[in-house]
């Protein structure tokens, strides 16, 4: 189609929430449509994540993007304008034809940020959601949404290298009918925990943010989970409300002793006992979700976990959206689902073709946003019908699923628990099924 050509690329360096500067591109057709995209680094960053190109240098401490910035307008724009934005394969193929190693010499970040906004500028030329254009008519599933609650790394004596405010722990929403249901639940329970945390200590963050828990506060993490139980119970959502945890193990991780310093408490952990803290902590507090577990390359520990846990264990460093590290992970059992970042990897093409390899081995996606994708990582979201999301109950990503749910209107289809992976997750959907049977029946 005439008006779906790419008829401009624009690309330059902006701020982003992150703390770090991204790259932003922008992609313009011939009708008039426009994709604007951003790409930045993490927090948390697996060492077999894609390279992304940095200015170095002293402005923004070494992380400046101007020059990735510079390779958009100077060697992908001239590639990829006068291709089709509505043949995403093709543009991405073009961009990663360049050079035999482009990424490594474009940069992961250049590459990324490239390839999502000619996705949004396809869709915004055909006239159609974000959403859509990913998924087609089959996209009308929203995940299982989850709310900021704890973060820091400093609370009991910090990790071996950066932990970036790991662990994370969320409050996800599994035990409701519609998305908009689970995401009110999500915003009163951060809002009674941000208001117990100003009490406790004076942190009080913007809604839908974690909060950054200090030295001192808490003796182990055990305390911080009987405190998220008691709120999600005096909000009157036990049962329906499970928690989430990013770990981010192997920033905890000493190579030299292969123990783990500085989680969960100050105790030194070897991976045995790790292994059964986890155990443990799986039966006494309702966990639903545990992301990177143990150190990025430890598959058969992850893989033990995964099958006795019986709860969804999601692999962001283990796996780092890469089809290879995901392929030998289904290989070895470890982890039952993907975290999605789609710059790990590069393109959205290859992104796509990841998630497909995964689903036809059973595993579940989950979407993150902690690269520059905002609220459209909820057009991903239900474009790939995933299961769960991290975060996104509340602020933008949350308005952005309420307008989609809308949209769908009986269509869209919200189905809990049933979305998450691991076998005790799947008896909590269960039994929500029987009681909605029982009280039809009555």
Not at 144 to 160: K, N, S, T
Not at 223 to 244: C, P, R
Not at 259 to 279: C, H, V
Request: aromatic fraction near 10%; charge should be negative.
């Amino acid at each position: 189609m005439y008006g779906t050509i790419i008829k401009s690329v624009k690309s330059h360096q902006i701020y982003t929430n992150r703390g770090k500067p991204g790259v932003e591109v922008i992609v313009t057709t011939e009708n008039g449509a426009q994709g604007r995209a951003m790409c930045t680094s993490g927090i948390s960053i697996g060492t077999h994540e894609v390279d992304f190109t940095f200015d170095g240098g002293t402005k923004f401490g070494g992380k400046g993007v101007t020059q990735a910035a510079k390779r958009v307008e100077d060697i992908i724009a001239p590639v990829i304008i006068g291709m089709d934005s509505a043949k995403q394969s093709e543009v991405d193929a073009a961009i990663l034809d360049i050079y035999p190693d482009a990424k490594v010499r474009l940069g992961g970040n250049a590459v990324a940020a490239t390839s999502a906004a000619v996705l949004k500028a396809g869709a915004a030329s055909l006239g159609i959601p974000l959403y859509r254009h990913i998924g087609g008519a089959n996209a009308m599933y929203l995940p299982v949404p989850g709310v900021a609650m704890a973060a820091g790394d400093e609370r009991y004596g910090g990790g071996i290298t950066t932990p970036g405010g790991k662990p994370t722990m969320s409050v996800m929403a599994f035990g409701f009918d519609k998305f908009a249901d689970a995401s009110y639940a999500c915003w009163e329970v951060h809002t009674r925990w941000a208001e117990k945390m100003k009490k406790k200590f004076g942190g009080f963050p913007n809604i839908r943010d974690f909060i950054s828990i200090p030295e001192g506060v808490y003796n182990s993490d055990r305390e911080i989970w009987e405190e998220m139980l008691k709120t999600v119970i005096e909000a009157g959502y036990e049962g329906k409300m499970g928690f989430q945890m990013d770990v981010a193990t192997d920033t905890y991780h000493n190579k030299e002793d292969d123990k783990y310093y500085g989680l969960f408490d100050r105790t030194p952990k070897t991976k045995e006992q790790l292994y059964d803290f986890y155990m443990q902590i799986i039966k006494d507090y309702p966990f639903i979700i545990i992301e990177d577990p143990f150190n990025e390359d430890d598959y058969d520990a992850t893989a033990e976990l995964t099958k006795e846990s019986g709860i969804q264990i999601v692999g962001d460093d283990l796996f780092t959206t890469n089809p290879e590290r995901v392929a030998h992970g289904i290989s070895k059992g470890a982890a039952n689902a993907v975290l999605l970042k789609v710059n790990q990897v590069g393109s959205i093409s290859e992104a796509l073709e990841m998630i497909q390899y995964a689903y036809k081995f059973g595993y579940a996606i989950m979407p993150s946003d902690s690269r520059g994708e905002g609220e459209s990582i909820a057009d991903y979201a239900v474009g790939i019908n995933a299961g769960s999301i991290r975060e996104s109950a509340i602020g933008a990503r949350g308005n952005r699923f309420l307008e989609i749910e809308e949209e769908l209107g009986s269509s869209a289809k919200f189905i809990g628990a049933r979305g998450l992976k691991g076998f005790r997750n799947q008896e909590r959907a269960n039994i929500k099924l029987v009681d909605c049977k029982i009280e039809k029946n009555q």
